[in-house]
């Protein structure tokens, strides 16, 4: 081995060291329900606290969201008061894992699926008295109320409220749309209680003006031993239900279609989800207005204010609320990893699909695979960490559909229209001779240029370039062996734009190939490709991330901010990109590409096979 070789190793595994120790030690990788101590809660029922919560029924009108108010009373407040949103609502032992002897009985066993600071309402303090407001999800169980005091590290259970639960806690429920193996296809996956004994699961759909057809679906789920580790295995496991996915194939380019979730009784009833809408998919090619959003890193903030811990509700909600906002010149999102940061806490995926339901029932919701969806140790992730919180995939890999070949190697090739994306699974070896090089070169190498101009690439970690404080201090601005196995490739099958997540902010390179600027346009870029664009979009939601000091002339624009990214293909041509904040929707950086077919096929520096001239 090459001493060059060795000390790439060497730097590769002070670098995971480092990156798990500050990740770990900032406790800003943390999801907020760890922060509570299960294990420690106390039994003190106190009989002058109360707590009840009303409506009693939700759902009357086949809403699978509703707001709760929780009347509490406590004659000894105090500021470390918290109030736990427990479902199944039943507080007790009975459903278990088996444990190490650590907790004692009476105990608790699971998390609750959110909480709340009792002062958060001012009269708590001043009188004992208080109406907290919760917002609910329809989550196949019913719920109940727990007012405990002691603040989360060292908790005491006073009062227990009343049970509420949806009128049909099973009902189908959060849609998520995804790209299907094929161009003319849409596959629509969601959730539901119904397992195939109780019912059949199906989507009925239909183009204006003509017959509805149905589809069945398949049926998915996991279990508390598909988990590698705690808390998914302990105290974060919550059932998650049936999930189903449908695809519905020979779609019509372009046109309009509505559908429905539908789930047939074995008496013959039929249990029907809300009706929703989809664009089908442009053929491969198509010259027309595609709009294409792409981030990472968003994670779920809640509407109600609880579970505050890692300040999600600002960015999270504000990225969800803009891309509503805009939902009609949206065609396909990339949430390109760190999805929910469930970390464990498996009842936060119904949370997340919720929160974006309005998007992804509209439109294709893709999802690349992020450290805290996959990273665990000895369950074959690149990294040996532990950010997945024991989900070591599975939940990301269940909730949502890819097209992958093989659902447990998450990288896959996306058409739509005149792009091509390339999306990586940095979780998992990339480096030459892997299985996903291989993939990485097939994707980038098969797509026909004539048509599909605009080439993608996607990954999580970043493999290109980052000035991110702790790639800084390192000095590669890199993940270690990340461009150094695939900017050969990126060169010579002409990437345009590179986009990475992990990092929590933003920032755009010039077009670069070994470290070089190969065109010092900053705006606005034309004729022959010179270098791929790298651009690390990591700022959807979650804590944002500093920069280093060191800004290489590379760095053309970083902002330490909430925010995504819009690409705009207008035709064959042109390209506009924008980042937009998150809080505003403005514009904040752009730059435009215009390349005809034949700049796609000039020879530049690297991209083109060596030629001989026979004599």
């Known amino acids: 081995m090459m001493v060059r070789d060795l000390l790439a190793i060497l730097c590769f595994i002070v670098h995971v060291a480092s990156s798990l120790t500050s990740s770990y030690e900032s406790g800003r990788g943390d999801q907020a329900l760890s922060q509570i101590d299960i294990y420690s809660i106390n039994f003190a029922l106190h009989h002058s606290a109360s707590i009840h919560a009303s409506p009693r029924v939700l759902g009357s009108q086949g809403e699978d969201t509703e707001w709760v108010n929780v009347d509490i009373s406590n004659p000894e407040p105090s500021s470390d008061d918290w109030v736990g949103v427990f479902s199944p609502a039943k507080l007790d032992s009975s459903s278990c894992a088996p444990t190490d002897g650590k907790e004692l009985a009476p105990f608790i066993c699971s998390a609750p699926i959110k909480y709340m600071y009792a002062k958060s309402n001012p009269d708590y303090m001043k009188t004992g008295n208080a109406v907290l407001k919760f917002m609910l999800i329809n989550q196949r169980a019913d719920f109940s109320f727990a007012l405990f005091t002691g603040g989360l590290s060292n908790p005491t259970l006073v009062a227990v409220s009343n049970h509420i639960s949806f009128i049909n806690p099973k009902a189908p429920v959060y849609p998520r749309l995804a790209l299907g193996k094929n161009w003319d296809e849409m596959t629509v996956t969601w959730t539901s209680g119904y397992n195939i004994d109780e019912a059949v699961p199906f989507v009925e759909w239909s183009r204006k003006g003509t017959q509805s057809r149905r589809s069945p679906a398949g049926t998915l789920t996991f279990t508390r031993n598909s988990m590698c580790g705690a808390p998914a295995r302990t105290v974060g496991w919550r059932d ?38 989809f664009r089908a998919s442009p053929y491969p090619g198509q010259d027309s207005l595609q709009q294409i959003i792409i981030f990472g890193d968003m994670g779920k903030g809640e509407r109600d204010g609880s579970n505050e811990y890692n300040d999600y509700q600002p960015g999270a909600l504000n990225t969800t609320d803009q891309l509503i906002k805009d939902l009609n010149n949206i065609d396909i999102v990339f949430h390109i990893g760190d999805i929910t940061y469930a970390n464990g806490y498996i009842s936060q995926w119904d949370q997340f699909t919720a929160q974006v339901e309005h998007i992804s029932s509209t439109v294709p919701y893709m999802i690349a695979s992020g450290n805290h969806e996959r990273d665990w140790p000895d369950s074959g992730s690149f990294y040996g960490g532990k950010d997945s919180g024991g989900e070591c995939g599975v939940p990301a890999e269940t909730m949502y559909y890819f097209p992958a070949e093989n659902k447990a190697k998450f990288w896959y090739s996306a058409d739509y229209g005149m792009f091509r994306f390339c999306v990586a699974d940095t979780e998992h070896d990339w480096r030459e001779g892997s299985e996903q090089y ?60 590179a986009f990475y997540g992990h990092v929590h902010n933003y920032e755009r390179t010039c077009p670069i190939y070994q470290n070089q600027c190969m065109d010092n346009e900053k705006s606005h870029y034309s004729g022959a490709f010179k270098g791929t664009i790298h651009v690390v979009v990591g700022g959807a939601g979650s804590h944002l991330s500093s920069f280093s000091s060191l800004k290489p002339n590379w760095s053309i624009l970083r902002d330490y901010d909430y925010g995504f990214v819009k690409l705009t293909a207008f035709d064959h041509s042109s390209l506009l990109f924008e980042y937009k904040k998150s809080s505003n929707g403005v514009v904040h950086d752009s730059f435009t590409v215009y390349r005809d077919y034949r700049d796609v096929l000039a020879c530049v520096r690297d991209s083109c096979e060596p030629t001989t001239l026979a004599s």
């Open 438 to 497: 291989r993939f990485i070169e097939r994707c980038l190498a098969s797509v026909d240029r004539k048509t599909q101009p605009w080439l993608i690439f996607i990954a999580h970690r970043v493999l290109g370039y980052s000035t991110n404080d702790w790639y800084g201090q390192e000095g590669s601005f890199e993940e270690p062996m990340g461009r150094e196995s695939l900017q050969k490739l990126w060169q010579k099958y002409k990437v345009d734009i």
């Open 240 to 277: 998650p239900g049936f999930i189903h996915t449908a695809f519905l194939k020979d779609l019509w380019p372009n046109l309009r279609y509505t559908y429905r979730m539908g789930h047939e009784l074995m008496n013959g009833s039929i249990i029907w989800s809300k009706n929703y809408t």
